[in-house]
């Protein structure tokens, strides 16, 4: 179908569906460049409505970065809302570009973005809706090439039937040799299995097709095996070694989407190991953007779009080096702009609040923290130690600040958790709010979000079992009877929430069979309350004759092979092991730019560090290559601990 005829169409279907404006594109700054005479085409998708994905900061820079080339051009794509999808298949319209209207089908590649799990079935869905086949293995020549990446894909396994290859890490440098690979293939003619051939010669690219899985006698996960000799075993991510410069032409939406807001991220990468912290493991090592750079994004971005709202952007806002020089420049470049600033991810303690201070308009939002845990011995375990005293007496600095509301964001579910330690989550924030009536009186509020632990791939927490179903909504019960009392707000994550994103998270291949099965049983938008179907995944589940319990509440030998561990982070499996036992013994680990504990990263991206010495990155200098023997980091040029 053309263009002038999905437009048409569109026309007559628009009017009838809710926010048509999700539909539309046009928006200010939206990029259309010439359609036949471009010939890189490259379709970006988010897998959830527009109003989620508008605000996801992975899809503006690659927008931004295909469309700078010349060669190349980058139009968006977001999942349609029931409404919108009934009327598309009604009217016989494939699933489309928002910028020209081209279906997808016509792009030469389609890039889904999957920053978290409960995406699958909106990605099986909108392949669907574009009638491209859903298995890699039946497309030919003539369909475009799917790729995904984002923090799910470190662990591609459920998802290798759907996708031709994956992105593993950043994609800054990655998107452009896609392109570059997929051209070159598309001029020569050869086969589509050359192209995979081809895509798996790139750094930090992970083609499934290539690989054979094998399992044990007990169901349990053996090896990966390639199946193309060139292929790399593992795949290791691939990084930038600096951060180019932020994106500053945001897409303006003519609809509200979740964050209406410049988003700059100010750092990336996290030294704090918080074991449970999926993120803080796979984006090591910490890289930071200079002061005077992200000023200048600032200035740009509201000269380019007219937001007023700015979030500066990382894992752990207080670790920034230059953070209070940021804050100052922000606050005295920006003062007179009234602009609405936030800071996530600040650390407990009162440096954080002379931060928020300094951000003058940003109060009225109520002031975050995240301790994870309620007990001391809990937050040793997880490797988020910070005293009980510490914690109140920063809350009660917060409240005689000016600060009416104070979130404290918890998890229920660590390992070793017991029902004293989640009874102390209750405790704790009634003491919290006490504190708050002791300066400011009945105005204190308290909102305490408590979502429930995942044991995640690539962190030292891999070898725990989730909690059941039951041990998880024993724990909630409890939270819901203590915490029924007038100022102060619980909210949690929905159990069966938790449950599918531990079985998707920590799944094998054969869980794409239970993925495809539950999307044939009506399985979509799983991240939405009001149409999540627990039924269908059990259905998925038993029609595969897959236990779902394997995959999440069992516990796992510390020698077990893991399905995703042909991806490789950078981080040794020794590191992880002896991090996780370190939990057991309640050590915990200090900030690694005090003391780096040799996680694999130095000598897995040793000269990357040492064509960027200072203070860039936030792991010790390594010597240039010709200072060093082989391509390996000499071990005495990284502070190696062994333990406590
Ligand atoms: S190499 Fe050392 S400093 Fe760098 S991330 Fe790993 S532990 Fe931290």
Known sequence: MSPLEIQARLERILPTVQKPGRYTGGEYNQIVKPWDTTPAKVALVFPDVYDIGMSNLGMAILYEIINQRDDALAERCYSPWSDMEAALRSHAVPLYSLETKHPLADFDIIGFSLPYETLYTNTLNILDLAGIPLFSAERTKEHPLVIAGGHAVYNPEPMHAFIDAFVIGEGEEVIEEIIDVQQAWRISGTSREDLLHRLSHIMGVYVPALYTAHYEADGTFSHMEKIYSQAPLPVLKRIVAKLPPPPTH????????????????????????????????????????????????????????????????????????????????????????????????????????????????????????????????????????????????????????????????????????????????????????????????????????????????????????????????????????????????????APYDTLLEAWLSRGDRRMAEVVYRAWRSGALFDAWQEHFDYSAWIKAFQETGLDPAFYTHRSRLMDEAFPWEHISTGLRRKFLTEDYLWSLRGQTRVDCRERCFACGILPTFAELRSMNPGEVWQCPEVKPKSERRGAIVNPVDIPVVASD
């Open 250 to 493: 945001f897409i303006v939406p003519y609809i509200d989407t979740v964050h209406n807001r410049i988003p700059i991220e100010i750092m990336r990468g996290c030294t704090r190991g918080c074991r449970f912290c999926h993120a803080g493991m796979i984006t090591r090592p910490v890289r930071e953007r200079p002061v005077e750079e992200i000023v200048q994004a600032i200035k740009s971005s509201l000269q380019n779009t007219g937001f007023e709202e700015i979030g500066l952007l990382s894992l752990s806002s207080s670790d920034y080096t230059h953070i209070l020089e940021l804050v100052e420049a922000v606050s005295t470049n920006f003062h007179d702009a009234h602009l609405n600033i936030s800071l996530p991810s600040l650390r407990i303690e009162s440096f954080s609040i002379e931060l928020m201070e300094k951000l003058r308009g940003s109060r009225h939002g109520g002031f975050t923290l995240a301790p994870e845990a309620a007990t001391e011995r809990m937050r040793e375990i997880i490797n988020k130690p910070i005293s009980t005293q510490q914690l109140l007496d920063t809350t009660r600095a917060i409240y005689s600040r000016g600060w009416t509301t104070i979130k404290l964001y918890f998890m229920i579910g660590h390992p070793s958790e017991t029902i004293e330690d989640v009874q102390a989550i209750a405790d704790l924030c009634k003491q919290v709010l006490s504190e708050g009536r002791k300066v400011i009186g009945k105005k204190t509020q308290l909102h305490a979000g408590v979502s429930t632990f995942v044991p995640k791939p690539h962190t030292p927490f891999q070898w725990v079992p989730c909690d059941s179903l039951e041990q998880i909504q024993a724990k909630q019960a409890l939270l819901k009877r203590e915490l029924r009392q007038k100022n102060i707000k619980l909210t949690w994550t």
